[in-house]
C-alpha cells in the first residue's frame, strides 16, 4: 500500500529517495489500483500523475489531489466511480505539468501560465 506522506512533500523527501526500483509510492499506488479493479490502462495514466506530482514539484493542492496525502484512496474511488473523469483529469494534469503551462498545437512551444 502507498504510504501516508506528511505535508508539505518536498521533492528531496528522503523516504521517496530512499526507494528501490518499482517500489516507489507511484508503483505501490498502480498496484493498489489494479488490486481495487481499477483497469490496466487507467492505473497506469494514474501511475504516472502520482510519480510526475512529485517528480516535477507541483503545488500541494495538487500532490494531495495526486494521491500524495491519503494513500492514493481518493484517486482510486475516483477511477471506480467515473473513469472517463479520471482519465481526463489526469491527462489534463500531465499534459499542463500540474497546470503549469501547455504546449501551443500550432508552433509546439511550451506556453508557461506563470
Same mark, same amino acid.
Given at each position: 500500500?502507498? %504510504? %501516508?506522506?506528511?505535508? &508539505? $512533500?518536498? $521533492?528531496? =523527501?528522503?523516504?521517496? *529517495?530512499? +526507494?528501490?526500483?518499482?517500489?516507489? &509510492?507511484? =508503483?505501490?499506488?498502480?498496484?493498489?489500483? *489494479? /488490486? /481495487?479493479?481499477? &483497469?490496466?490502462?487507467?492505473?497506469? *495514466?494514474?501511475?504516472?500523475?502520482?510519480?510526475?506530482?512529485?517528480?516535477?514539484? !507541483?503545488?500541494?493542492? $495538487? %500532490?494531495? *489531489? +495526486?494521491?500524495?496525502?491519503?494513500?492514493?484512496?481518493?484517486?482510486?474511488?475516483? /477511477?471506480l466511480r467515473s473513469p472517463a473523469t479520471a482519465e481526463k483529469r489526469w491527462q489534463h494534469l500531465l499534459d499542463?505539468?500540474? $497546470?503549469?503551462? @501547455?504546449? =501551443?498545437? %500550432?508552433?509546439?512551444? !511550451?506556453?508557461? @501560465? @506563470?
Amino acid at each position: 500500500m502507498m %504510504k %501516508k506522506f506528511l505535508r &508539505p $512533500l518536498d $521533492l528531496f =523527501d528522503s523516504e521517496v *529517495l530512499d +526507494c528501490v526500483y518499482g517500489q516507489y &509510492p507511484w =508503483d505501490d499506488w498502480e498496484r493498489d489500483a *489494479l /488490486a /481495487a479493479g481499477v &483497469p490496466r490502462d487507467l492505473a497506469g *495514466l494514474g501511475r504516472l500523475t502520482v510519480r510526475e506530482a512529485y517528480q516535477h514539484g !507541483w503545488d500541494d493542492r $495538487l %500532490k494531495s *489531489l +495526486c494521491g500524495w496525502y491519503d494513500q492514493g484512496r481518493r484517486m482510486i474511488r475516483l /477511477a471506480l466511480r467515473s473513469p472517463a473523469t479520471a482519465e481526463k483529469r489526469w491527462q489534463h494534469l500531465l499534459d499542463t505539468d500540474g $497546470l503549469r503551462g @501547455h504546449y =501551443d498545437h %500550432k508552433t509546439g512551444e !511550451w506556453i508557461s @501560465h @506563470h
